[in-house]
């Protein structure tokens, strides 16, 4: 990767430089966990039994406890080193949990942690072609980053995002028993798990919706929960769709109707929305195409109104 700085009409490479030790990258991803991840820090090379977890972390959106190992060495198998992880993890809850109650100094019951969104994120100056091909499974609950560090003070997290595809971690699953075992209590939610396989329009619909949606803001994300598809910019979720046999919902957080400029008044308010959610939710229904770009003109008012 090149970066330039424009001087005048000229570009000037901005040089990169290693992290010197793996020691200084994990402490400046430390400082900076809700910047990077919109995750909290809990603690540092925290040992359970002969193993030790580089950075503990909490994701605070999720309830779940995340782990993240910083790699200097290219060797490591990405699948392997995931799964070591995460049994240490699901095998040892009750440490995890005192020791963040112990740097919170708050209580927190086993029950209110989703365990099933437990996550490993590695991060590394780059990986190698085999390690970024390790994460092509729709369901494997790995993130790859990328950090570089360049002149000027610019410091880079690039994610590495897995290739489409509808391949399950549980084809590896089936031949290895314990790599079984946490794949059962770990739980990766894709699209796959609110579009029946029969519902065609249904499934265009979103691809299209989709598509749009993340072209209007590189900052979007999809995330893909039990309950809905969200999409998120850093910790805040603006819209959630919820899908049906032949149409699709969005529902547009924190506005009201009165609030977007909806001249075919086509958004509702949903009942009750700040006694159940503690925020204003607006729905808006897509039945066919044509009403998508209608859609993205009220997301738009959206995130001109918290993003923009």
Same mark, same amino acid.
């Given at each position: ?119 490993? %994120?590695? *991060?590394?100056? &780059?990986? !190698? ?5 390790? @994460?092509?499974? =729709?369901? $494997? ?53 609110? %579009?029946? *396989?029969?519902? &065609?329009? !249904? ?5 299209? @919706?989709?598509? =749009?949606? $993340? ?94």
């Amino acid at each position: 990767m090149f970066l330039f700085k424009k001087d005048a009409s000229v570009l000037k490479e901005i040089k990169e430089k290693n992290f010197k030790l793996e020691k200084d990258l994990q402490e400046i991803t430390e400082k900076n966990l809700r910047t990077i991840f919109w995750l909290e820090f809990v603690c540092s090379e925290f040992s359970v039994w002969e193993f030790r977890v580089d950075t503990f972390a909490y994701d605070p959106e999720n309830n779940s406890f995340i782990i993240i190992e910083f790699k200097r060495d290219k060797s490591f198998s990405i699948v392997d080193q995931w799964y070591s992880y995460l049994a240490l993890l699901l095998n040892n809850k009750a440490d995890f949990i005192l020791k963040y109650s112990e740097k919170n100094k708050t209580i927190i019951q086993k029950d209110n942690i989703n365990w099933e969104w437990s996550k490993v %994120i590695f *991060v590394a100056n &780059n990986f !190698t072609t085999h390690q970024k091909n390790a @994460i092509n499974f =729709k369901d $494997l609950p790995i993130e790859l980053r990328e950090a570089r560090q360049f002149e000027k003070e610019i410091i880079l997290f690039n994610q590495i995002k897995a290739n489409k595809t509808s391949e399950s971690v549980k084809t590896i699953s089936r031949w290895n028993k314990e790599i079984s075992k946490v794949s059962s209590e770990i739980k990766t939610y894709t699209i796959d798990d609110h %579009i029946k *396989v029969w519902w &065609n329009k !249904t499934k265009e619909l979103y691809e299209k @919706i989709s598509d =749009k949606l $993340l072209s209007l803001d590189n900052r979007i994300e999809e995330k893909i929960v039990k309950n809905y598809v969200g999409y998120k910019i850093g910790y805040k979720i603006p819209f959630l769709l919820k899908t049906y046999k032949s149409k699709i919902d969005m529902e547009l957080l924190r506005v009201e109707p009165k609030d977007l400029k909806d001249p075919e008044k086509r958004t509702f308010y949903k009942k009750n929305s700040m006694e159940f959610y503690n925020k204003h939710v607006s729905v808006f229904s897509i039945n066919n195409e044509e009403d998508i770009d209608y859609w993205i003109m009220l997301a738009k008012q959206v995130l001109q109104k918290f993003f923009w």
